[in-house]
């Protein structure tokens, strides 16, 4: 009996993978874009590699601009280049406009009310149309710039007591913009710089936890059947997580309904005029916060990286200041006469999008795309990056050079499919055009106040790009500076 159990199991296990590699074969329809051929059961999971992104942009040179990949039993569809990108985001944005939700994030109190994770419901079109006409709106922009500036000028404070050290810029940067948040959302101040571990660290604590749960992989995410039963606990851990942020503001939620009379300049009182309940508000407020600060702050952190890489870059932004803005201290009406400035924000968003495949769609009915058919419930994804770095579109793609955007009209706004760092049609990021305004201002007033040098006397030509893959795209070792105030009249 011994000797036949040690050959029926080898045999039964040669017969399964006959099983599964037949199975997985048939699987893959002959209309779908080109692919790599996947492996049993595990599909192309081993070909992700740690930076997904990157080996994208591999295959897709191999495959084309549009290939289809088997993660798990998840069947996905990459797209590569503007052209795809435009079919996916622009001339079938309906069909496409399903969210792929992440297992770990599957709250179903939070996807219900979320902008971001719901479908295109009547809900999504409400929370919509106030971010559009209400709190993002040029107005509401306009009206709060002065807020802006001044936290802005409080990180110019803080850092000056930090003359001389090394500092980790992304923190403070990260910081900053909580606070930026905090004013535009509550009219106040909600973590303190001087103190990062006090009391009001609490918010920012839970945004960076939140933020590393939902950049840790899930196998559920590539075996569907496991998620049900929530295997890894992350999806407990997020709604946890959830519950203290919904806690930190839930008292000012409270007493600001209570408030009749007196009306802050802020979103809550939109969101309270507009008669959002409380779980639609906490929603919108957790997005406004987590997507507003991480993105954001990693996007400023990869532009110092850059402008500390190329000095001749530097010195060019830096004299634009002076010509433009002179002694006093840049304001946000400033932008506008700053064109290389805007150009650099431009370039960095190119070789850096926050989210280099954007937020994964879903396709809501099979659909024709580029002689290709993707089936209901495909999941697409768009490799921004890929594209901003692709040599059909850009003249030496790799290197930062903000001139290319002199004199040109292509923007990130969602019409030019060559530079998609937002994303595009029905689901573009909707706080796109305040993160245009803070991106531009923080970067001018560190460089208009500060020169700044790498720790023990290291070599910018060294300094490493190196990624770390995530929901948002992060230096794989934080920014250290040592930075050394200049002359100033704030």
């Known amino acids: 009996m011994e000797v036949l159990s040690a050959a029926l199991v080898p045999s039964i296990f040669f017969f399964l993978i006959i099983f599964f590699?037949?199975?997985?074969?048939?699987?893959?329809?002959?209309?779908?874009?080109?692919?790599?051929?996947?492996?049993?059961?595990?599909?192309?999971?081993?070909?992700?590699?740690?930076?997904?992104?990157?080996?994208?942009?591999?295959?897709?040179?191999?495959?084309?601009?549009?290939?289809?990949?088997?993660?798990?039993?998840?069947?996905?569809?990459?797209?590569?280049?503007?052209?795809?990108?435009?079919?996916?985001?622009?001339t079938h944005d309906r069909i496409f406009s399903g969210r792929y939700v992440f297992q770990s994030i599957r709250v179903k109190e939070h996807i219900e009310n979320s902008l971001v994770w719901s479908e295109c419901n009547?809900?999504?079109?409400?929370?919509?149309?106030?971010?559009?006409?209400?709190?993002?709106?040029?107005?509401?922009?306009?009206?709060?710039?002065?807020?802006?500036?001044?936290?802005?000028?409080?990180?110019?404070?803080?850092?000056?007591?930090?003359?001389?050290q090394v500092v980790k810029i992304v923190e403070v940067v990260f910081g900053t913009l909580v606070n930026i948040f905090g004013n535009l959302v509550f009219s106040k101040d909600v973590f303190d710089l001087e103190n990062p571990s006090g009391g009001s660290a609490e918010l920012k604590e839970h945004l960076w936890k939140l933020m590393d749960i939902g950049n840790?992989?899930?196998?559920?995410?590539?075996?569907?059947?496991?998620?049900?039963?929530?295997?890894?606990?992350?999806?407990?851990?997020?709604?946890?997580?959830?519950?203290?942020?919904y806690d930190v503001w839930g008292v000012m939620l409270m007493e600001r309904r209570r408030m009749k009379g007196k009306k802050e300049n802020d979103f809550v009182n939109v969101l309270l005029d507009a008669g959002l309940d409380d779980q639609k508000i906490n929603a919108l407020l957790m997005e406004i916060f987590g997507a507003g600060t991480e993105t954001s702050s990693s996007t400023i952190e990869w532009?110092?990286?850059?402008?500390?890489?190329?000095?001749?870059?530097?010195?060019?932004?830096?004299?634009?200041?002076?010509?433009?803005?002179?002694?006093?201290?840049?304001?946000?009406?400033?932008?506008?006469?700053?064109?290389?400035?805007?150009?650099?924000?431009?370039?960095?968003?190119?070789?850096?999008?926050?989210?280099?495949?954007?937020?994964?769609?879903?396709?809501?009915?099979?659909?024709?795309?580029?002689?290709?058919?993707?089936?209901?419930?495909?999941?697409?994804?768009?490799?921004?990056?890929?594209?901003?770095?692709?040599?059909?579109?850009?003249?030496?793609?790799?290197?930062?050079?903000?001139?290319?955007?002199?004199n040109s009209n292509v923007d990130y706004k969602g019409n030019d499919f060559e530079l998609i760092p937002f994303g595009g049609g029905r689901r573009i990021c909707p706080g796109l055009p305040l993160a245009s305004q803070f991106l531009s201002l923080i970067v001018a007033t560190l460089v208009q106040n500060f020169d700044w040098s790498l720790p023990q006397g290291m070599n910018t030509h060294v300094l490493s790009m190196d990624e770390k893959f995530g929901l948002t795209l992060q230096r794989d070792q934080p920014l250290l500076i040592i930075l050394k105030a200049r002359n100033s009249t704030m």
């Open 303 to 406: 532009a110092i990286t850059e402008l500390t890489k190329n000095p001749r870059v530097m010195s060019k932004l830096r004299s634009e200041l002076i010509d433009a803005v002179g002694e006093k201290t840049v304001k946000e009406s400033d932008i506008p006469h700053l064109p290389y400035l805007q150009a650099i924000v431009k370039e960095t968003l190119r070789l850096h999008p926050a989210t280099p495949l954007l937020l994964p769609r879903r396709a809501l009915e099979t659909c024709k795309v580029m002689n290709y058919t993707i089936p209901k419930e495909c999941q697409i994804m768009v490799n921004a990056w890929a594209i901003g770095r692709d040599p059909k579109t850009w003249d030496d793609p790799l290197t930062f050079k903000p001139e290319r955007f002199i």
């Open 216 to 245: 840790s992989t899930n196998p559920a995410d590539y075996f569907p059947i496991m998620g049900k039963f929530d295997l890894f606990g992350q999806r407990r851990q997020v709604a946890k997580v959830l519950e203290e942020i």
């Open 122 to 164: 009547e809900n999504w079109r409400l929370l919509r149309k106030v971010c559009r006409i209400e709190l993002f709106s040029p107005k509401m922009i306009e009206s709060q710039a002065y807020i802006r500036e001044v936290k802005a000028l409080d990180m110019v404070r803080f850092l000056r007591k930090k003359e001389g």
């Open 21 to 90: 590699i037949l199975r997985v074969k048939d699987s893959r329809r002959k209309d779908l874009p080109p692919g790599p051929r996947p492996f049993p059961i595990i599909g192309n999971l081993l070909q992700l590699g740690d930076k997904p992104h990157a080996e994208f942009a591999k295959l897709a040179q191999k495959y084309g601009e549009l290939f289809t990949l088997k993660l798990g039993s998840q069947t996905v569809v990459v797209a590569s280049s503007p052209a795809a990108a435009e079919e996916i985001l622009k």
